[in-house]
C-alpha cells in the first residue's frame, strides 16, 4: 500500500492501522502510542487527526472496519444472499488465516469489552451500528429473494452472531474448523430461506 506521509492518506492508514491493533488486541489492550506505532505514524501526528485521543481513534477505526465489510457485502450480495455469505466467510477465514489467528473483527473485539460504568463510549455505539448495518444488508437481500420477512431478519441476525462467535472460537483453538462448520449450516439454512 502505497501513502504519502501527509494528508487524507495518512490519517486514513492510522485509522486503518488502529482498526488492526484492535482486531489483534482488543480495545483496552492497546494505548493510542501502540496504535500509532502500528500504523507507522507520528503520535503527534496521531494527536492532530484524534485530538479527542484514544476513543475518538477508535470510533473512527471500528467504522472503518463497518464499512470496509459493508462495502464487500453489498458488491457480493448483488449475486444472492448466498454469495454475500461465502464472500463474508471467505473474508474472516483470509484474516484468521493470514494472521495465524492472531487477529479477528475489531468490531467485536470493542463490543465485548466492558464500558466504564454508565457510560457507552462512543467505539461501542459504532460498533452496534455497524451490525446492525450489516444485518440490515443481509436481510434485505434475503428478503429480495424470497425469504419472509420476519425470517430474513432473524437469519441475518444469526449469520453475523454466528461469523463473529466463530471467529473468536477459530482464535482460540487455533484452527479453522469452526468456521467451516458454520458455514456448511449458514449456507444450508440460508439456501433453505430463499426457496421457500
Given at each position: 500500500?502505497?501513502?504519502?506521509?501527509?494528508?487524507?492518506?495518512?490519517?486514513?492508514?492510522?485509522?486503518?492501522?488502529?482498526?488492526?491493533?484492535?482486531?489483534?488486541?482488543?480495545?483496552?489492550?492497546?494505548?493510542?502510542?501502540?496504535?500509532a506505532k502500528h500504523a507507522e505514524a507520528p503520535l503527534g501526528?496521531?494527536?492532530?487527526?484524534?485530538?479527542?485521543?484514544?476513543?475518538?481513534?477508535?470510533?473512527?477505526?471500528?467504522?472503518?472496519?463497518?464499512?470496509?465489510?459493508?462495502?464487500?457485502?453489498?458488491?457480493?450480495?448483488?449475486a444472492g444472499p448466498v454469495a454475500g455469505l461465502r464472500a463474508?466467510?471467505?473474508?474472516?477465514?483470509?484474516?484468521?488465516?493470514?494472521?495465524?489467528?492472531?487477529?479477528?473483527?475489531?468490531?467485536?473485539?470493542?463490543?465485548?469489552?466492558?464500558?466504564?460504568?454508565?457510560?457507552?463510549?462512543?467505539?461501542?455505539?459504532?460498533?452496534?451500528?455497524?451490525?446492525?448495518?450489516?444485518?440490515?444488508?443481509?436481510?434485505?437481500?434475503?428478503?429480495?429473494?424470497?425469504?419472509?420477512?420476519?425470517?430474513?431478519?432473524?437469519?441475518?441476525?444469526?449469520?453475523?452472531?454466528?461469523?463473529?462467535?466463530?471467529?473468536?472460537?477459530?482464535?482460540?483453538?487455533?484452527?479453522?474448523?469452526?468456521?467451516?462448520?458454520?458455514?456448511?449450516?449458514?449456507?444450508?439454512?440460508?439456501?433453505?430461506?430463499?426457496?421457500?
Amino acid at each position: 500500500m502505497n501513502m504519502t506521509k501527509g494528508g487524507p492518506q495518512a490519517r486514513q492508514r492510522i485509522v486503518a492501522g488502529a482498526a488492526d491493533m484492535i482486531s489483534r488486541r482488543g480495545l483496552n489492550a492497546t494505548s493510542i502510542r501502540e496504535m500509532a506505532k502500528h500504523a507507522e505514524a507520528p503520535l503527534g501526528s496521531t494527536y492532530h487527526y484524534f485530538p479527542e485521543g484514544k476513543q475518538q481513534l477508535a470510533t473512527e477505526a471500528v467504522r472503518y472496519a463497518g464499512e470496509t465489510i459493508a462495502r464487500m457485502l453489498r458488491k457480493e450480495l448483488e449475486a444472492g444472499p448466498v454469495a454475500g455469505l461465502r464472500a463474508f466467510l471467505g473474508l474472516w477465514r483470509t484474516i484468521v488465516i493470514d494472521t495465524e489467528f492472531r487477529a479477528g473483527c475489531p468490531v467485536l473485539a470493542v463490543s465485548i469489552e466492558e464500558p466504564p460504568p454508565g457510560e457507552i463510549p462512543p467505539a461501542l455505539a459504532a460498533a452496534a451500528a455497524v451490525f446492525d448495518d450489516w444485518e440490515k444488508l443481509l436481510a434485505n437481500s434475503l428478503r429480495e429473494h424470497g425469504a419472509a420477512p420476519g425470517q430474513a431478519e432473524q437469519l441475518a441476525t444469526l449469520t453475523v452472531a454466528a461469523v463473529e462467535g466463530t471467529v473468536a472460537m477459530c482464535r482460540a483453538k487455533r484452527s479453522i474448523e469452526p468456521l467451516d462448520r458454520t458455514a456448511e449450516q449458514l449456507q444450508a439454512l440460508i439456501a433453505g430461506a430463499i426457496k421457500g
